[in-house]
T-cell receptor, first 113, second 116 residues
Framework: GESVGLHLPTLSVQEGDNSIINCAYS??????FIWYKQESGKGPQFIID?????DKRQGQRVTVLLNKTVKHLSLQIAATQPGDSAVYFC????????????FGKGTKLSVKP | GAVVSQHPSWVICKSGTSVKIECRSL??????MFWYRQFPKQSLMLMAT?????????EQGVEKDKFLINHASLTLSTLTVTSAHPEDSSFYIC????????????FGDGTRLSIL
């Protein structure tokens, strides 16, 4: 069946460095991808999304890259801050943002001061 | 904008009790809401999708008689865990998606359910 997975379950970075969180997906029909940040005891918080007709999208301090050839998605966080420490989930869907989402396993990002 | 409120945030109750969890979209109308379950250090698993005014669509393996979903208005969906048992203890999270084809899912802060 389809699955969305992450290469690294944990990531530790120094404050001020850039972070890259990776995600692999297997459903070639997926046309919508989204990143969420989840802090302990809270619900996921929307970070950024991207549709399959794009390969890059930028937000505030974050960039999502989509490589459909190898079915790979990444989230780049510039100048990582302690407040960025959380678990990050990628998710994929079909039918644009209207479809159901399949979530990956999550990567825990720890930022060292 | 796009705030989703979930209530209660924490429930502890005895085995056999039924528990109702509310999910509200506070500043937008949600034609579709989703209910997820999350075990510690694991990902979110979709339980069901509810559309306003119609029956919920449950994922495979989710007992619809156990997890009753009602989406009676464009701002409120409820999940009732009937006759809860310790194995139902989990973190339940709802999300809501507004109308239109560009809106992502926005999540509530979850409900931690502990059944004794």
């Amino acid at each position: 069946g389809e699955s969305v997975g992450l290469h690294l379950p944990t990531l530790s970075v120094q404050e001020g460095d850039n972070s890259i969180i990776n995600c692999a997906y297997s459903n070639s029909a997926s046309d919508y991808f989204i990143w969420y940040k989840q802090e302990s005891g809270k619900g996921p918080q929307f970070i950024i999304d991207i549709r399959s007709n794009m390969d890059k999208r930028q937000g505030q301090r974050v960039t999502v890259l989509l490589n459909k050839t190898v079915k790979h998605l990444s989230l780049q966080i510039a100048a990582t801050q302690p407040g960025d420490s959380a678990v990050y989930f990628c998710a994929e869907g079909t039918g644009g943002s209207q479809g159901n989402l399949i979530f990956g396993k999550g990567t825990k990002l720890s930022v060292k001061p | 904008g796009a705030v989703v409120s979930q209530h209660p945030s924490w429930v502890i109750c005895k085995s056999g009790t039924s528990v109702k969890i509310e999910c509200r979209s506070l500043d937008f109308q949600a034609t579709t809401m989703f209910w997820y379950r999350q075990f510690p250090k694991q990902s979110l698993m979709l339980m069901a999708t509810s559309n306003e005014g119609s029956k919920a669509t449950y994922e495979q393996g989710v007992e619809k008689d156990k997890f009753l979903i009602n989406h009676a208005s464009l701002t409120l969906s409820t999940l009732t865990v009937t006759s809860a048992h310790p194995e139902d203890s989990s973190f339940y999270i709802c999300s809501a998606r507004g109308p239109g084809d560009t809106q992502p899912q926005h999540f509530g802060d979850g409900t931690r359910l502990s059944i004794l």
